[in-house]
Every structure is written in C-alpha cells, then in structure tokens.
C-alpha cells in the first residue's frame, strides 16, 4: 500500500510548527469529516430543550409533593380514663394548604385501641391542636401517625 502525499509541513519561524501544515497533514492522513448540516444541529438543539424543560418539570413536581410538606410532632399525652387518652401536638406544613392528621391511642401489646382524625385548617404553617381519643381499652401511650394534604 502506498501512503497518501502528505504536505510538507512548512515552518513558520526557526523550529516552530505551522497550525495549517499540521492540520493539512492530519486531513490528509485521517480523512477529513463534513461539517454538521442544518439539521442535525436543529435536532441536538431541540433535544437539548427537551431535555432540560422535562428535568424543570420534574423537579418542581418533586417539591411540590403533598406528604412530605406536614410534618407533625406528638408533644404529650395523658391517659384520662379506661377509655379516653388527651393527646397534644404541632403540625408544621405550608401556609395555606389545609389538611389532615391521625391520632392513634395504643395498649401495652401496641394495639391500636383508638384513633380520630383532626382537621387542619389552611390558614397558618405551624399551629398546636389537642384532642381526646376514645379508646376500647387503656392506652399506654399515644401519638399523631401521619399528616396528609387535603
């Protein structure tokens, strides 16, 4: 096989290199590649946009989850009687959003021996509630298992 003809590189000072020799004799060796048309770039571009509207759309989505945004806080409670249990607590959530949290009273074997539901209102991002749990047997203990929107 016989080599391509490779330009001399010419010197453009004494013992310096000539970028357009170099890049001449590169071509010459490796071939040269046709630039990118029109289209292909329009296509990258598009895709690039596609590409970042859906990481946008996906992140806000992501803070914009309900369950995480309520956060509440068993503060006490005090068994009053074989069958009721006065349980107080804190909700944090976003201002605004109302929404709703269950109460849950257990005996000693962790059963749950009574439970209610307390509305939270919309208005402020972090209030206190108290309430009273009717029980089917004493409870032992008491606390505010999750908050949810709506």
């Known amino acids: ?3 391509p003809a490779v330009p001399a590189a010419s010197s453009a000072a004494a013992g310096g290199h000539d970028p357009d020799a170099t ?3 590169l071509a010459a060796r490796y071939g040269r590649r046709p630039p990118l048309g029109r289209g292909p770039r329009v296509v990258l ?3 690039g946009l596609a590409a970042m509207v859906a990481a946008t759309v996906a992140v806000y989505r ?3 989850t309900p369950s995480s945004a309520f956060v509440p806080t ?3 409670y005090r068994v009053e009687s074989p069958s009721r249990v006065h349980v107080t607590f804190q909700v ?4 605004g959003r109302p929404g709703s949290c269950l109460v849950q009273a257990q005996d000693t074997t962790s059963t749950v021996v009574g439970e209610t539901t307390v509305s939270l209102p919309a208005a402020p991002s972090q209030a206190s509630f108290s309430v009273t749990v009717v029980t089917t047997a004493t409870a032992t203990t008491a606390s505010v298992t ?5």
Do not use: F, I, N, Y
């Open 23 to 25: 890049a001449a004799m």
């Open 74 to 76: 068993t503060t006490g």
């Open 146 to 150: 999750r908050c949810t929107a709506g």
């Open 62 to 64: 992501w803070s914009q």
């Open 45 to 47: 571009v598009v895709l």
């Open 1 to 3: 096989m016989t080599e």
């Open 92 to 95: 944090t959530k976003p201002a």
